[in-house]
């Protein structure tokens, strides 16, 4: 599916699917003997979506050999130390003291019912009506409740977000911790430029902002990630990232940030696995991405 400026999706179609796919991974994460994220909500929230390879794929029921491209192992892996990283993030906020997360593009995640927030923790998602809607609903149906006082701002990032994030109770004045998670390669190179720009601007001193860092998405159009979606594809995987993310010359993300006023540190991707006692991959789709970095930064009082 081509992607367009005003192109609208939910969470089977389009970047949705992808959310949903996330999810997928997060669920086969949670159940590997090596259980480095506990995800409840995961699974029965991909059922309910209804997309058939992921349903399979979080039931066990995906056919496969050793060495083939679906390895569930590395999947869960990839998702794991990512998940880990936001959950560490969220978490080191509140024991600082900061009681104001936002989520944007939020989807699938269950942060706001998973985490131990402590107690006056407000959290916001912010994602489109449908996707918003059929996660509550979804979850209510399952007798989940949050663990912080959940806030949902139903409203798409390409229009007045954060208009509808102060009338949902944001206080500007407060420090907050955001972040972008599995965000900014869909967004034009302009509008990830607009969306930093907002934060800064609705950042006090002492919030937190994290997110991940691929500076070059020609990555999803190279010969290793098309041999690898060709061979998903064969097994009914339809998600093509590479047809979703935009492509394009975009700001380096740390010193757009520094150049904001915040302090930025970063993580590379095999350095979070080194972390989580977890062997990175040696072949040419894991070489390609071993430069993704996962980006923390702290607004300065």
């Keep these: 599916m081509t992607r367009s400026d005003s192109d609208k999706w939910d969470l089977a179609t389009s970047v ?14 949670s159940s590997r003997p090596q259980k480095l994220i506990d995800d409840p ?25 050793e060495g083939d491209e679906f390895d569930p192992d590395k999947m869960s892996h990839g998702m794991a130390v990512r998940t880990r990283f936001f959950d560490q993030h969220f978490l080191a906020a509140t024991e600082a003291g900061v009681r104001q997360a936002v989520i944007l593009a939020s989807g699938l ?20 009506p449908e996707v918003i809607d059929f996660k509550t609903t979804t979850l209510a149906g399952l007798g989940a409740e949050p663990t912080a006082e959940r806030r949902t701002v139903a409203i798409d990032l390409r229009d007045d977000w954060p208009s ?38 609705l950042s006090a001193p002492g919030s937190r902002l994290a997110c991940e860092f691929i500076q070059d998405t020609s990555v999803f159009s190279s010969p290793e990630w098309r041999e690898h979606r060709e061979k998903l594809s064969a097994l009914g995987m339809e998600v093509e990232i590479g047809d979703l993310v ?3 010359e975009r700001s380096h993300i740390v010193e757009y940030l520094t150049g904001a006023g915040w302090t930025v540190s970063g993580r590379q991707v095999t350095e979070l696995y080194h972390d989580a006692g977890l062997q990175y991959g040696d072949d040419a789709l894991a070489v390609a991405f071993g430069d993704l970095t996962y980006l923390s930064a702290v607004l300065p009082a």
Excluded at 51 to 56: E, H, M, P, Q
Excluded at 109 to 128: F, H, K, N
């Design 109 to 128: 995640d269950s942060r706001a019912y998973r985490l131990a927030w402590p107690e006056g923790t407000v959290v916001y998602e912010i994602d489109m």
């Design 41 to 65: 909500f995961a699974a029965p929230l991909v059922r309910a979506v209804g997309i058939d390879f992921f349903t399979r794929m979080v039931d066990g029921q995906v056919d496969y050999a």
């Design 246 to 248: 935009y492509h394009g």
């Design 164 to 201: 509808a994030l102060k009338a949902a109770g944001f206080d500007p004045s407060a420090p907050t911790v955001w972040s972008a998670e599995g965000l900014l390669v869909y967004l034009q190179p302009d509008a990830q430029d607009a969306l930093f720009d907002t934060i800064t601007g």
């Design 16 to 29: 949705g699917a992808t959310a949903t796919m996330v999810a997928a991974q997060r669920a086969l994460a």
